[in-house]
Every structure is written in structure tokens, then in C-alpha cells.
């Protein structure tokens, strides 16, 4: 998790606690003072979690504190109204849909001084979409939840636990109602990519879903039969449901396009209830979870299905010694290998292995997949952590512009 995202949250708060929980432009003389970015997430049909991303804008923010930074261009297009924020229930859930469509100005998550993100005049785009496109970024609030003093408490507490040993005791520990602190650490790399996507394809429609969202079926039409989106874009989706893993599963089967940013995607298996918004583990990660006991299981739960149409598995926590081929300066964290011998390469990191219990060299890059009428693209390194390198930024646009498809959504 940044070290930015508790400071976000705390402010988030205390504007929330004065102002009305709907989004907010507030104006003077026209100028942008404060962006509110608020997202619904689907809860029940009663109940709505508001969670806002407040960040302000002005002269007297300090150079350390995490700000919207505004940087205006004449270069850059005019794209309409300042900030539109689109919410529309539709298949039992609340989304919203984060338009940013803002005049000769891009907005990005960072600092003032820092020099490391991408604009007009940085980022030497060859060419734009001039496409409509439909994209939703997928916020991986199940993983962000089992991660909040949850989960990896239990694990470490019986990390010596004999293989047919039925634990039943903190097994509270193994479910966790997902918070608002779980939903920004999850919401804070995707919208970072918001400004690199916007700089592209300044006419795409930008959703910004949670996980909650793909497990009902949100990611496809009424009739649960097409998609309505074009691009996917996942991070660290490390527990899923399994509706979730079938719905992203279909999203490619008819025609989408799932673009993965980070490792360690698909290991283990959750179920979700949509009334109390709680996460519990059910399988992966080398334990397996009934309610009333817990025993040692599989490590990666779906190992060969996500070989066959993601095309790659999860290595291993740090075990990669160093990338021979690393144009971003990335350190080494959550890998995929490519397992699947119809990948197409797009940049393999030549990976050097220091992990002496692994015994042949896998292949770390990023590649492409076409399944059946969709494609999968993934970047095969944990991108969030170099979310704001230029380089990086360049990269990702390079992907976007290679990979958006011609398919139709309704």
C-alpha cells in the first residue's frame, strides 16, 4: 500500500463529514478549487458505500502532500465539461463512471515537484485514438480487504500447520467486511491511470468498477450475453470469486480485451456477500476455508484453466534475483511466468533467478493472448509499482494504442 493513501483517506473523511455525500464541483470565478471523485461501489439494494477521493487544488498546497496535480496545455484537446462524474444503476448495482473530460488540463495523483508523470509535453504520443471507447479499470478491493490485518494474520499464525490438521480456532481471521481504508488502497493505482489513458483517447468512457461489480455481472448487458465494455483493465486481482473469474473469463470468450497490470492475479478463491460486504476465503494460497474449519490446500487455485486463457502463472514472492532487460528501473516484487506456448512476447525482461529451489528459468515479460474471440494482455511484472515512471507511462499508452480493438459493444 502507498504511503499516501492513509493521508487520502483521513482528508477524505473529514470533507465527507461536511459536505453532502454527492459529488461536488466547488467553483470560484470559475476555477477548479476542489475535485471530488466519488465513487458508489455496489453494495445491496438498500445501501450504498460512499467512498470519495477529495483532493484540492490551489497555491498553498504543500509540495509533499499527495494532490491532484493540475498541469494545463494549449497543446492539449478541448474535451468538454471540467469533470463529470456518471453514476447509472443498472443489473442490481451502483457504478460510477469516471468521464474526465477536462479543458487543455490533465490530472494525475502526485506531487508538485514530481517530474514523473505523463502530460503533453512529456509524452511524445505518436498517435490518438479517436475512437469512443468503453473502459473500466477493476479495483481489487478483495485483495485489498484480505490484506487489512486479515487473511495474513492467519496465515503467519499457523504458517506450521501440518498438512490434515483442521485448524478451528481465529478463524474470524479469514473473513473480512470490506472497509472504506480497503477501498481506496485499492482505488489508488487505477486512478492514477486515468490521465495516461485520458491523454490517448481523450474520447474514451473511463468506469472505475470494484470486484463486487465484475462478481455480479456488471461487466456484461441486461441480458447477461454481450459486453459492454471494450477494454478490462485488472491489477492486483489476487482473490476473486469464482463468478468473478467466469465473468472475466466470458468478458475475453466474447470478444474483450483484458489488459492485467500486476502478478500474482487469480490465487485464491473468495466468496462474497453482497448484505454484510464481506470477504471470506474459501480456497488458494495453500489453505482451504468451509466456515467452521481451515486446512492446509493448493497454492494457486485455478493453476492450469488460468494457463490455458490467461497464459501465465504466478512465480513467487521476490525469488527473481534481477531483470538483465528492465528499461523501467523496477525492483523486482510479484512476477507471472509465461506457462502457455501461444503467448506472443512483447517485451521479455530476461530475469535472473536467485530462488535456488527453482530449478529452470522462467520466461517474466509482457505478452499477448488471443482466447477464442478476445485477447489477453498482460504486463507480467507488478505495475503499481512503477504506475507513475515516464517510461513506464509510455509503455502502457504504446499497449493502449496497439491493442484497442474493433469490437462493438451494446
Not at 474514451?204 to 461489480?213: E, G, K, M, V
Request: aromatic share 10%; with cysteine; hydrophobic share 35%.
Amino acid at each position: 500500500m502507498s504511503r499516501y493513501t492513509i493521508p487520502v483517506v483521513v482528508i477524505a473523511t473529514i470533507i465527507i463529514m461536511i459536505v453532502s455525500p454527492l459529488p461536488q464541483l466547488l467553483l470560484n470565478n470559475n476555477k477548479l478549487l476542489f475535485a471530488e471523485l466519488a465513487i458508489l461501489h455496489q453494495s445491496n439494494d438498500k445501501s450504498l458505500v460512499n467512498h470519495s477521493l477529495i483532493s484540492q487544488i490551489s497555491a498553498s498546497n504543500s509540495n509533499s502532500d499527495p494532490t491532484l496535480v493540475k498541469s494545463s496545455s494549449s497543446r492539449a484537446p478541448s474535451l468538454g465539461p471540467s469533470l463529470i462524474v456518471q453514476r447509472s444503476r443498472g443489473d442490481n448495482s451502483t457504478k460510477s463512471s469516471l468521464v474526465l473530460n477536462v479543458n487543455h488540463t490533465y490530472y494525475t495523483y502526485g506531487t508538485k515537484s514530481e517530474k514523473q508523470t505523463s502530460t503533453p509535453e512529456n509524452n511524445p504520443v505518436t498517435s490518438i485514438l479517436n475512437k469512443d471507447f468503453d473502459i473500466a479499470l477493476i479495483a481489487p478491493t478483495f485483495t485489498a480487504a484480505a490484506y487489512d490485518n486479515s487473511f495474513y494474520n492467519f496465515y503467519k499464525l499457523y504458517a506450521n500447520t501440518a498438512a490434515g490438521r483442521n485448524v478451528t480456532s481465529n478463524l474470524g481471521l479469514l473473513s473480512k467486511k470490506i472497509s472504506n481504508q480497503d477501498v481506496s488502497a485499492a482505488d489508488f493505482a487505477m486512478l492514477k491511470l486515468i490521465n495516461n489513458i485520458k491523454l490517448i483517447n481523450p474520447h474514451s468512457n473511463i468506469t472505475l468498477l470494484t470486484d463486487a461489480s465484475v462478481d455480479n455481472g456488471s461487466i456484461f448487458t441486461k441480458n447477461g450475453k454481450n459486453n459492454v465494455y471494450h477494454i478490462l483493465i485488472l491489477g492486483h486481482q489476487e482473490y476473486v470469486t469464482q463468478q468473478e473469474y467466469n465473468n472475466l473469463k466470458k468478458f475475453v470468450v466474447n470478444g474483450g480485451t483484458l489488459i492485467i497490470l500486476d502478478g500474482n492475479v487469480f490465487f485464491a478463491q473468495v466468496k462474497y456477500d453482497k448484505q454484510t460486504q464481506t470477504v471470506a476465503l474459501v480456497k488458494g494460497h495453500w489453505w482451504a476455508f468451509n466456515g467452521k474449519s481451515a486446512w492446509k490446500s493448493v497454492g494457486e487455485r485455478w493453476k492450469q484453466e488460468t494457463s490455458q486463457w490467461i497464459g501465465s502463472n504466478y512465480l513467487c514472492y521476490q525469488c527473481i534475483g534481477r531483470f538483465t532487460n528492465d528499461p523501467f528501473g523496477y525492483r523486482p516484487h510479484e512476477e507471472q511466468y509465461v506457462t502457455n506456448h501461444k503467448d506472443t512476447i512483447v517485451l521479455n525482461y530476461s530475469a535472473a533467478i536467485t530462488n535456488h529451489l527453482i530449478h529452470v528459468k522462467p520466461v517474466i515479460a509482457t505478452y499477448e493472448l488471443n482466447y477464442q474471440k478476445g485477447k489477453v494482455v498482460a504486463l507480467g511484472i507488478y505495475s503499481d509499482d512503477i504506475i507513475s515512471n515516464t517510461k513506464f507511462d509510455r509503455f502502457f499508452d504504446s499497449l493502449l494504442l496497439k491493442y484497442a480493438p474493433n469490437v462493438a459493444v451494446e
